[in-house]
């Protein structure tokens, strides 16, 4: 009888306190530290290695990222390589799996999981946009065959290390992707934020401080540059993704395959030739952002100007501050309906338009596909002679710039 006590309440202690009987703070801990591996497997196996193939993992690391997320996540490989691909490759359109732009922000926060596990029962995404991803034994026998024994698994884990508190545990893991990766990233990260380069989408930094979502909050840096293993460019961003990168690769564990480009600046060349042209369109986010920033000068020192001469209540006040916000980003990312008056500011004054039109014409310099190499290096040189000649410091500035720039 007394042994029966004994294990009766043994059972109902392991029940209470699990195995190990920790304390709430272990517990935190333990809880943390999980979810935070879980957030590394994503932005660095699926994210950054398989879907991008920015990023050579050690086939030990990569099949630990592979396990983990098997227990962790439940989610297949195949799946979630072709749905982000699809989103890179119909971004903002009616086609994108998880758009904030056309599905509506209140839709992606709230059911961004239920989106992605509706397209990822759409074969045609999988067969057109998996290529490369693991098709092993393992992979086809028990990561994909049994996705959500993983889980399963986990739920066992948790419990026995922890007893009742284990579900919670438990829990806050299946939360935790859902909530960070399908809702804040794919939501708030194509609809809030600030933008370091006007990428051609919505895409935006959620925050410069990439540690809580593995350095996914630095959204628009990453769909600006999608091949890059490295997802902070200013001074003051961090991409805690990045810093596991470096960590791996001093013990031959990872190794970046690409990353943003640096805009370098040399001597200045007496006209600009193919080099030039080379470093212009590698570095044409970086330097059209600089532009921007040229055109928001100009702005505000049109808007001093007023004030000094008492026109700060104006209407011509209203539209060029209007401008100053606007004018920087690219003509078809400002609204509709402040776009006559962002035109109207323009065309007050004419330095800032002819800023604004030298922007659209170097622009074209990339754009283009119908000419020759040779003709984009004579247009390039016409227009810095332009620039350089046009009575207007910026641009003569930024033209002189670009000529020292090599790739």
């Known amino acids: 009888m ?40 994503v932005t660095l196996y699926l ?8 990023l050579d993992l050690h086939p030990v690391v990569s099949h630990f990222f592979r396990f983990w997320l098997w227990l962790s996540t439940g989610m297949v490989t195949k799946e979630w390589v072709a749905i982000h691909r699809k989103h890179h490759a119909k971004c903002e359109t009616e086609e994108d799996p998880h758009s904030p732009q056309t599905r509506g922000i209140k839709k992606v926060l709230l059911e961004g999981a239920e989106l992605y596990r509706a397209e990822a029962k759409n074969q045609e995404t999988l067969s057109k946009y998996s290529h490369g991803v693991p098709n092993d034994w393992i992979e086809r026998n028990l990561y994909t065959r049994y996705s959500w024994q993983g889980v399963g698994l986990m739920l066992l884990i948790n419990v026995g290390l922890f007893g009742a508190i284990g579900l919670t545990v438990w829990a806050v893991q299946m939360l935790w992707i859902p909530i960070h990766a399908a809702g804040i990233i794919n939501g708030l990260g194509h609809f809030w934020g600030y933008r370091n380069y006007e990428a051609p989408d919505a895409s935006t930094n959620v925050s410069p401080w990439g540690l809580i979502i593995g350095g996914e909050e630095l959204h628009n840096n990453h769909h600006t540059y999608p091949t890059s293993a490295k997802f902070s460019v200013k001074p003051y961003e961090f991409d805690v993704g990045w810093m596991y990168i470096t960590v791996l ?6 190794k970046a395959r690409k990353t943003i480009p640096a805009l370098k600046l ?45 026109h700060q209540h104006s ?14 980003r690219d003509d078809e990312r400002i609204p509709q309906d402040v776009r006559p008056e962002v035109a109207q500011a323009v065309a007050d004054h004419p330095a800032l338009n002819q800023l604004h039109a030298m922007r659209e014409e170097l622009r074209q310099l990339w754009t283009r596909t119908n000419v020759s190499a040779e003709q984009l290096v004579h247009d390039l040189q016409a227009w810095c002679r332009k620039a350089e000649t046009s009575g207007n410091a910026a641009l003569a500035g930024f033209a002189q710039r670009l000529r020292a720039a090599h790739a």
Not at 47 to 53: D, E, G, I, L, T
Not at 283 to 299: D, P, S, V
Not at 316 to 326: D, E, G, I, V, Y
Request: charged share 20%; proline share 0%; with cysteine.
């Open 2 to 41: 007394d042994l029966l006590a004994a294990v009766w309440y043994g059972l109902i202690d392991g029940l209470a306190h699990g195995a190990t009987h920790a304390s709430i703070w272990q517990v935190v801990v333990y809880t943390l530290v999980v979810t935070h591996i879980t957030i590394a497997g």
């Open 47 to 54: 994210h950054r290695s398989q879907a991008h193939r920015a």
């Open 249 to 254: 690769s001093w013990f031959g564990l990872a």
């Open 266 to 310: 040399g001597t200045v060349k007496a006209q600009a030739d193919a080099k030039t042209l080379e470093a212009l369109i590698a570095n044409r986010y970086e330097l059209m952002a600089r532009y921007g920033r040229e055109l928001q000068k100009a702005c505000l020192s049109e808007l001093a100007r007023l004030k000094a001469e008492g």
């Open 315 to 328: 209407a011509q006040w209203s539209r060029l501050n209007l401008a100053r916000r606007w004018l920087h």
